[in-house]
């Protein structure tokens, strides 16, 4: 059936354009354009290629939240169709084998027992809900034959089983694991994370798989007798970095058995051959490298046997795998400075051809069993859309955005390239203001991202944009612990953070002011959680910023032990601090040193962050408020180190804005 929307447009489209007319001129980008910018994600193709389902989320300003819905689009691209309108929101799209129906996740009112699956028929008529878990329901996946859902769920709650939750007197938290704390959940307590097993004949839910171990990522073999999955299951799982791939039978009670034993993370998710032999899994890098880690392409013989690292040499990451129909190739996404490309890469030798490259990234790939393949992708001036990939090609399946792109003015994004004093070359982006004369030096930020593991890439990003509708210039840099640049690249910090990476971001900046791009009196710093930290860290080391922003940073490091959810990466990168004290006191230096800080600098974060506490950065607050030193502390309530609720999302960017026109932009105030 055709929407009303899709058959308005199409009679539109047919309409003649009068010769001489001209686009009308396009207009700067707005804050409010915040509310107007749609995120298009998790495209899930039906078994026939006839159709790709996907979400669309976009911030509503009146109710304060995300709206998401789902909708779908046919493969010729004619037809769109809205699927859902409710508030609550719905995600995860997922066809049923035989193409009837599609479900999906939502609380639709249930926010107790959190979301659970619904199903929709391509029929016509309302969503009707499968499960009622209790725990909710997480990853989820069809079996082969249409009949069961697995999915993963946290163990209920036993404190507030059978009781009014509202009615429940506080109770005591108490702590006995070694980790014990996430952002986003606090306090973890005991309660794990299972495989289960959903009967829609007979609307009943068995468990799979239990002990004091998290279970994730299941996915069904070819001929739906097992589940392969991922978890870390041998010793305590809380001071390791060591997640194994293994198989079970789809049943109640069955015993995982284990297929991976490399001494590090095997990850997920898994994907079966279409001719049951083996899976395709991620291996990372070695347990120790938990904060670089780089992901090869592995397999293993579903009956058990030796893994193979199918691209050994291949210096960077790959994911999201693909096998084709004859089990012999695999397409996947290959992250590689500043870009993320699509490949296909022969199993039996590994030799790799770029399937889809340029100055874009790739964020998913999807395919039908007919051999059609979707992919999510986007560039910096371009935000992500649907597109059918043919030939090495790309086609517009989805338009959600182009109406946007079409009136709003956009700034110009480019490559560069520095080299620093110790010889490294070190790689980044460029924004220049639409429109900036050829030759003048500009107001110009870095903007640091974080991670470490990460990347800036060609990318679209509000932020950016944001800024250079206000005339500054803005540089991201791959400093080194980055993605993207292999593993010598993203692990030389180890254990000596801001060092190397100070060095990188200078060298950059150094680069800008001779080249003429920056103007050396008016230039800017700051970054989020790593980009916050790397902030401190280099206005410590360098007084020419005029204006910094520290967004859930830290300084002092010792304070972080204990109080986030990083203690296997502190113990074993830096060890424990009574036995290397001095270490610690080294990656501490910007409050140590904090009286050779002279750049005014807001500090930002979220009340409730748990994984990089705002006590970093009421810290630093109160260290540059002792000395005198022009600063200010953000806080914002209720939100973890993600801030999402849409006016704080707003609020940080007038903040960001205000605070670097302050001293950068004085005659704008």
């Not at 989820?140 to 034959?145: C, E, G, R």
């Amino acid at each position: 059936m055709i929407s009303l929307r899709a058959a308005l447009f199409a009679s539109l489209v047919v309409l003649p354009v009068c010769g001489g007319a001209q686009a009308p001129a396009k207009r700067p980008l707005r804050l409010d354009d915040l509310f107007r910018l749609k995120t298009v994600r998790d495209p899930n193709m039906s078994p026939d290629g006839q159709w790709v389902a996907y979400v669309v989320s976009q911030l509503d300003s009146a109710r304060d939240r995300a709206s998401t819905d789902l909708w779908m689009v046919s493969w010729d691209g004619t037809r769109t169709v809205q699927l859902t309108h409710s508030p609550e929101g719905e995600s995860a799209p997922r066809w049923s084998p035989d193409n009837r129906y599609l479900s999906f996740t939502a609380t639709r009112g249930n926010t107790r027992n959190g979301p659970q699956v619904w199903l929709l028929d391509r029929l016509g008529g309302e969503a009707r809900q499968l499960t009622r878990h209790k725990g909710g329901v997480g990853g989820y996946a069809w079996s082969p034959d249409g009949t069961r859902i697995a999915f993963v769920s946290q163990d209920p709650d036993s404190a507030a089983a059978g009781a009014d939750s509202a009615a429940q007197r506080p109770k005591p938290v108490v702590v006995d694991r070694y980790a014990f704390k996430r952002d986003g959940e606090g306090y973890l307590g005991n309660r794990r994370r299972h495989i289960h097993i959903y009967d829609l004949a007979k609307d009943t839910v068995v468990q799979v798989t239990s002990g004091p171990y998290d279970d994730g990522a299941p996915v069904w073999s070819p001929n739906g007798r097992s589940l392969a999955f991922i978890a870390e299951r041998e010793g305590d799982p809380d001071r390791q970095n060591n997640s194994d791939l293994y198989i079970v039978d789809a049943a109640a009670g069955s015993t995982p058995r284990r297929l991976t034993s490399f001494d590090g993370p095997d990850t997920g998710p898994p994907v079966f051959s279409p001719d049951g032999r083996f899976i395709a899994y991620s291996q990372g890098s070695e347990a120790k490298m938990y904060a670089y880690s780089k992901d090869h392409l592995a397999i293993v013989p579903v009956e058990g046997g030796p893994t193979r690292l199918v691209t050994p040499t291949l210096d960077r990451s790959t994911a999201d795998w693909i096998w084709s129909a004859d089990s012999k190739t695999i397409t996947a996404l290959l992250e590689d400075d500043r870009a993320v490309h699509a490949v296909q890469i022969d199993v039996a030798t590994g030799a790799m051809q770029r399937v889809l490259d340029g100055r874009r990234v790739v964020q998913e790939l999807e395919s039908g069993t007919n051999g059609r393949m979707a992919v999510l992708a986007g560039t910096a001036a371009t935000p992500n859309e649907i597109y059918a990939l043919e030939n090495g090609a790309l086609r517009p399946l989805t338009r959600v955005n182009e109406a946007f792109v079409r009136e709003v003015q956009l700034s110009t994004v480019e490559d560069f390239s520095a080299k620093g004093k110790d010889g490294t070359i070190v790689n980044g982006l460029l924004t220049r203001p639409a429109g900036a004369a050829a030759g003048r030096a500009l107001p110009m930020l870095l903007r640091i991202h974080g991670g470490p593991a990460a990347q800036d890439q060609h990318a679209f990003n509000f932020e950016r944009e944001f800024f250079a509708a206000h005339g500054y210039a803005v540089i991201n840099v791959n400093y080194r612990g980055s993605t993207g640049r292999g593993s010598a690249y993203q692990q030389a910090i180890y254990a000596d953070w801001g060092n190397k990476e100070v060095k990188d971001l200078q060298a950059a900046v150094d680069h800008m002011v001779t080249t003429g791009v920056a103007d050396p009196s008016r230039l800017g710093i700051g970054g989020w959680s790593y980009g916050g930290i790397l902030t401190n860290y280099t206005i410590a080391q360098d007084t020419r910023f005029k204006a910094a922003i520290s967004g859930a940073g830290s300084s002092m490091q010792l304070t972080m032990y204990g109080t986030d959810q990083y203690i296997y990466q502190y113990e074993t990168e830096l060890g424990a601090p009574w036995k290397n004290p001095k270490l610690w006191e080294k990656v501490s230096y910007p409050f140590y040193q904090a009286d050779r800080i002279k750049t005014p600098t807001l500090f930002m974060g979220g009340k409730d962050d748990d994984n990089v506490p705002i006590t970093g950065g009421e810290q630093m607050y109160q260290a540059l408020k002792s000395l005198g030193i022009d600063t200010q502390l953000v806080v914002y309530p209720g939100q973890n180190h993600g801030i999402v609720l849409p006016s704080f999302q707003k609020d940080r960017l007038q903040r960001y804005l205000a605070w670097y026109d302050k001293y950068l932009r004085p005659g704008v105030q």
